[in-house]
């Protein structure tokens, strides 16, 4: 059966499939510590499953990471059968972006295996739309880290690092049959800048049989593309001579990108040629320029890296497609994008419903926004009692909840979802946000959502000075009486002050949070302040971040910010400040 039969199938099925799914996890990891005390006195391996599912949601109570996070360092230190009885041999990193620090979450040869299934049943969802020939080549702008051993000698290291490293991996290609430009010696580097200028003296050595261009994220592509920027010169350079510039100081990678490239005059020359015309229109249309054949750009788009998109538009000329990768989290993949032709901003993710056991706690809001919410305290959502997939409703939103074959029982993902639709048994998910809160002062309550919107609206009057929004990010400062939000913006291009004081006005009146808007209007929030960062402030984060154990591949700008170190870069660099004018 192929991929897309077989997925057919299971889908057909879901509520079933679900049932079994979950009764195979805890059949897999009977008379593990943590389920013993709800589960102990239960035949789960002669139980049906329908009961199962019905006695396993009513003993066993939800949970979130903290919950988990005693087992998991007691895994760390070498202890078994906390959580699986399958060998936990690897520890998964969270990227820490999003909670302000990195966690540890269980990885298994499940993990690796679900990566390779979604990968290929993508694959042969974008090949109905995109056919891509036969033995050709991806442009990947991916980074492995270094994993470090835990004092009970299990490997940790990020989740796109064991994905990499795993034999997975390269059976992803060889099944695919489209294989990356680059070997694992840059993959592993550790040093992203110089992993990135090989990733493209590969990719144009390669240019004729690049058939799509992809990393984890939107951003590391934008990223490596203004990079690409200060490159080209160097990179004419090298494929004119078959050498490697001397900036590439790393042995490994030396050795492997030389033998792999050899002089090419004639490319060198259209490169460069091709380089100069775009150098003239800001690199617009760069990637269908050098990269003739490839079919379309594929990355994670949607969340916070949806303001990447318009960057990636530019790139692309407005030529080429951007799909949407599938969505998932370093605990587990959820669903699949059945309709590359989609946008990014109207994806839709159709649920795989044998990766996990998935619940759905339904979300009213208080007020009529996009996505308000914490998951700890001052929320603005009243929750209703878990419900199974195949009970969800279109229209409706919820909160993810997982049941992984990874030892995570009933776990609160904290990802905010809308049902848009079904396909046969299981629904498409539109990605809302995420729940946790991010800018809080008094009784306001904004998310990363809010911000994004309120930041795009604000960004407005940028496009009349031909200037360009890099990155942006924030902070509630409350050491004042009145705390008041701080938004930091990072711009390429000359905008005068009487413009940005205009930005600062425009963000700070579309928070329409209803607790914002009281408490501005009666001075308990003072105004917004937007502050304006050197070039390559961004950069220095990423870089911290990356200097921290974190990788390229899995690096998100941090859209609240209240780490003292960051913060100290942010207003370090800062060279301009202006205060809201709104609400006067």
């Not at 329908?50 to 066993?60: C, F, G, K, P, T």
């Not at 934008?222 to 990179?235: C, G, H, N, S, T």
């Not at 205009?502 to 937007?530: M, Q, T």
């Not at 998100?556 to 100290?568: A, D, E, F």
Request: with cysteine.
């Amino acid at each position: 059966m192929d991929t897309i039969s077989w997925f057919e199938e299971v889908a057909k099925n879901a509520g079933k499939v679900q049932m079994e799914t979950l009764k195979m996890i805890l059949e897999m990891n009977h008379g593990v510590e943590y389920m013993e005390k709800w589960l102990k006195d239960v035949d789960v391996h002669n139980m049906d499953a329908e009961a199962l599912q019905s006695l396993y949601v009513s003993r066993v109570p939800l949970a979130s990471h903290a919950d988990f996070e005693p087992y998991i360092q007691r895994i760390a230190d070498g202890e078994t059968s906390l959580l699986t009885k399958q060998p936990i041999t690897t520890l998964s990193l969270s990227s820490g972006t999003t909670e302000g620090r990195q966690k540890y979450i269980p990885f298994t040869s499940h993990s690796s295996k679900t990566t390779l299934q979604i990968f290929k049943l993508a694959a042969a969802y974008r090949s109905r739309v995109y056919p891509t020939r036969e033995g050709g080549k991806i442009l990947e702008f991916i980074y492995g880290s270094k994993p470090f051993k835990t004092k009970g000698g299990l490997l940790a290291g990020t989740a796109t690092t064991h994905y990499f490293a795993s034999q997975e991996f390269k059976l992803k290609q060889q099944q695919t049959k489209s294989f990356t430009c680059s070997p694992q010696e840059v993959i592993f580097s550790g040093d992203y800048k110089q992993s990135t200028y090989c990733h493209f003296l590969l990719g144009l050595f390669h240019s004729p049989q690049v058939e799509f261009i992809t990393s984890t994220f939107a951003y590391c592509i934008v990223q490596a593309l203004r990079l690409f920027e200060d490159y080209w010169q160097d990179l004419c350079d090298d494929l004119f001579n078959g050498t490697l510039s001397p900036k590439i100081t790393l042995p490994g990678i030396r050795r492997s990108v030389l033998d792999v490239i050899k002089p090419d005059k004639c490319l060198a020359t259209w490169v460069s040629s091709q380089c100069e015309e775009l150098k003239e229109s800001d690199w617009y249309g760069l990637i269908p320029k050098l990269w003739p054949n490839a079919k379309y750009v594929y990355s994670i788009m949607t969340g916070s890296m949806q303001p990447y998109s318009e960057k990636l538009k530019h790139y692309t000329g407005d030529r080429l497609p951007l799909v949407s990768a599938e969505y998932g989290a370093t605990e587990s993949w959820i669903g699949v994008n059945m309709d590359p032709c989609s946008p990014p901003e109207n994806v839709r993710f159709t649920v795989v419903p044998t990766f996990s056991y998935f619940e759905f706690i339904p979300l009213h809001l208080h007020y009529h926004k996009a996505c308000v919410g914490s998951t700890s305290g001052g929320d603005d959502y009243l929750e209703a009692d878990p419900v199974p997939l195949s009970k969800v409703k279109i229209g409706q939103q919820y909160e993810i909840v997982l049941t992984t074959f990874t030892g995570l029982y009933r776990y609160r993902l904290g990802d905010v979802v809308e049902v848009a639709g079904f396909y046969k048994g299981t629904p498409k998910l539109n990605f809302i946000c995420r729940r946790k809160l991010i800018l809080t002062i008094n009784i306001d309550k904004n998310t990363e959502k809010d911000l994004q919107l309120a930041v795009q609206k604000g960004s407005q009057p940028l496009i009349k000075s031909r200037a360009e929004l890099v990155d942006f990010t924030s902070h509630a400062k409350t050491e004042n009486q009145a705390g008041h939000y701080v938004v930091y913006w990072e711009i390429k291009g000359e905008v005068n002050d009487h413009i940005l004081a205009l930005c600062c006005k425009e963000i700070d009146a579309a928070f329409a949070d209803h607790g914002y808007v009281v408490s501005r209007k009666n001075n308990s929030i003072g105004p917004l302040e937007l502050c304006i960062v050197e070039p390559g402030t961004f950069k220095k984060i990423m870089e911290h971040f990356i200097g921290n154990g974190a990788t390229m591949s899995q690096f998100k700008t941090p859209r609240c910010i209240t780490n003292p170190v960051l913060l100290k870069i942010l207003n370090l660099w800062t060279v301009k400040r202006f205060h809201s004018t709104a609400y006067m």
